[in-house]
């Protein structure tokens, strides 16, 4: 398989399996059903939730510099701001190939070698994912009861004891195997487990930690906050309780990172993760499209200037050099 063809196939698949998951969604709840929350949404929480997007973008930013210092890197604000603009917008072609683009511009205009710049970025993510991690962590603890009774509803109290079990054993198994084995698995999940925990602890080696950490939370608190204010664009949802915003945030993260940029599989989280606290399907179904959408709208037009400005900034900053 040649190269062109690989890169055809994995632009083509994921898009094409977005776009019949889409045909499938909108078969069960047609686009009419929808378009009239479009029309009477209060856009004032809609831009406001886009805003709390926007700045958590900045945030990321402004956070990445402090990986880039201690090795002796100190990039330009704005060309730092636009390659994360541009890495998101690339995510929608291709899921994960923008965290590529985005080392690759940093070497471009700033000097910074390849792999020094995608090893920050892989340790960002690192970051990004034990906060992850802490929000489900709380999200479990506050609807303990409501999952227990969810899963119980679900499976029957036998089958259910007997299915963690299961997991507990399996579990006890990978983790006997891959500290004892030396086949080349367990050898490579042992170097990504390392490599995961030397990521987070290179964190607290950096010269500015704190500042670090804050915004890293600071950009996950934005994530959570700019879905939870959309929702009183609804009046359907008037009275949503944390837990499933929680729930509904968590699902649709998900889907983002797994696929272009969560298109058709985010509205259909967010409904899935709503429809269990029993409200009503087509305003959530209506809330995850105005979330998504007013969020992709934010990161195409700063994406696309981001392409357009990135090469004429770093132009005229070479012009200042040389004059």
Known sequence: ????????????IPLLLAVLFGWYMFSKIPISEITPYFKSANYSWIFLGVFFGLLSHLSRAYRW????????????????????????????????????????????????????GFGTIIAERVADMVVMLGIIAITLILQFDFILELL????????????FGILALVLISL???????????????????????????SIFKMKKKWAFIFHTLFIWFMYVLMFYVTTFAIEDLEGISI?????????????IAATNGGVFFYPAAVL?????FGLPENPSYAFGWIIWTSQTILILIFGVLSFIFLPIYNRKKSRNVLD
């Open 1 to 12: 398989m040649n190269i062109t063809l690989k890169k055809t196939l994995s632009l083509g």
């Open 65 to 116: 510099r402090f990986q880039l210092e201690p090795m002796g890197y100190n990039i330009k604000l704005p060309n730092s701001i636009m390659a994360v603009f541009i890495t998101y917008l690339t995510n929608y072609g291709i899921p994960r190939s923008g965290e590529v683009l985005r080392a690759a511009l940093l070497t471009n205009y700033e000097g910074v070698p390849f792999e020094k």
């Open 152 to 163: 119980q509803n679900t499976f029957e109290p036998a089958k259910l004891t007997l299915y």
């Open 175 to 201: 983790f006997l195997f891959i500290k004892k084995s030396k086949s080349k698995i367990a050898l490579k999940i042992k170097d990504f487990l390392k490599g995961l925990l030397e990521g987070i602890l």
């Open 243 to 255: 837990g499933a915003v929680l729930i509904a945030f968590i699902a649709a993260s998900f889907t």
């Open 272 to 276: 899935g993760a709503l429809l269990l």
